[in-house]
């Protein structure tokens, strides 16, 4: 099993960022997938999560109506746009899938917003 984002970057207060997640290794499609973040200091939250199809979608209090997760099955990503983005959503974003029963990991990618 193989995860690998792409996209962060730094961004001003206001814009928007979005984030991809590539997976190999297993059959993508039969999984739901989530993105966590940390940032310094703090310990690893949820962000949002995805079904296997994509039909169902949800997402922290804190991000709902400013991020969006989806997913394209024939390219095994899925995504994280990210809108309106505030300084306090710096931090390195993961995307997580639990695969026969353990968890795997991306690397990670950093996300700053900052003027």
């Known amino acids: 099993v193989q995860l690998v984002e792409s996209g962060g970057g730094l961004v001003q207060p206001g814009g928007s960022l979005r984030l991809s997640c590539a997976a190999s290794g297993f059959i993508f499609s039969s999984y739901g997938m989530s993105w966590y973040r940390q940032a310094p200091g703090k310990e690893r939250e949820w962000v949002a999560g995805?079904?296997?199809?994509?039909?169902?979608?949800d997402y922290a209090n804190s991000m709902k109506g400013r991020f969006f997760i989806s997913r394209d099955n024939s390219k095994n990503t899925v995504y994280l746009q990210m809108n309106s983005l505030k300084p306090e959503d710096t931090a390195v974003y993961y995307c997580?899938?639990?695969?026969?029963?353990?968890?795997?990991w991306g690397q990670g990618t950093q996300v700053t917003v900052s003027s």
């Open positions: 995805i079904s296997n199809t994509g039909g169902i979608t």
């Open positions: 997580r899938v639990v695969w026969g029963g353990s968890q795997y």
